[in-house]
């Protein structure tokens, strides 16, 4: 395991045993053994251990709709399939997954954090669309895209019966069985 993988471990136990709030840097390095001189090579911030800053969630879900692109498919199923693309890191970590959520839900600052996030995953995604589609259709089944992937999000916490590609193709079919084609 990488000191950055050991950093967000650390930080993560820390964060579920004595909170977010009252949790430092310096007990998250040495929990590693480590100095916070290394911790801050490695994030900008506490928060930082939390969120994928370099977007990687976004850019596999762009490499998706890169190398599938097709005029005849529909832009939001398009999209929705990049997200079930990527899906299988959330079942291969889903304590880790469910820990870190339960520690931006106690937090309004990582909240407001994890909207930011959405949005910067709403701009991958319209602007691998965008190469073949519209612009404004882009952003449009960009944004109906995460909000798909929210909601999925949503009910896999809730649930483990369905894996989370089950969960984002549950919530898409709701979509169009329900909005996209009635008359």
């Known amino acids: 395991m990488k000191s950055k993988e050991k950093l967000q471990a650390a930080a993560a136990k820390l964060f579920m045993e004595k909170g977010y709030e009252n949790t430092t840097v310096q007990e998250i390095a040495s929990l590693v053994g480590v100095t916070e001189r290394t911790f801050f090579r490695q994030f900008r911030d506490k928060s930082d251990v939390l969120f994928d800053t370099s977007n990687e969630l976004g850019q596999g879900v762009a490499a998706f709709i890169t190398n599938n692109i097709d005029a005849e498919k529909k832009p939001l199923k398009l999209a929705v399939e990049g997200f079930v693309s990527i899906s299988e890191f959330f079942d291969d970590s889903r304590e880790r997954v469910l820990a870190r959520n339960q520690i931006i839900q106690s937090n309004p600052d990582l909240q407001e954090r994890e909207l930011l996030k959405g949005q910067v995953l709403i701009v991958s995604v319209t ?57």
């Open 127 to 183: 602007n691998s669309l965008s190469a073949k589609y519209d612009s404004d259709l882009s952003e449009l089944a960009a944004r109906f895209a995460v909000e798909i992937f929210h909601m999925a999000f949503i009910n896999w916490i809730k649930s483990a019966e369905k894996n989370f590609a089950e969960q984002l193709l549950t919530i898409y079919e709701l979509y169009e069985n329900s909005f996209c084609c009635v008359d």
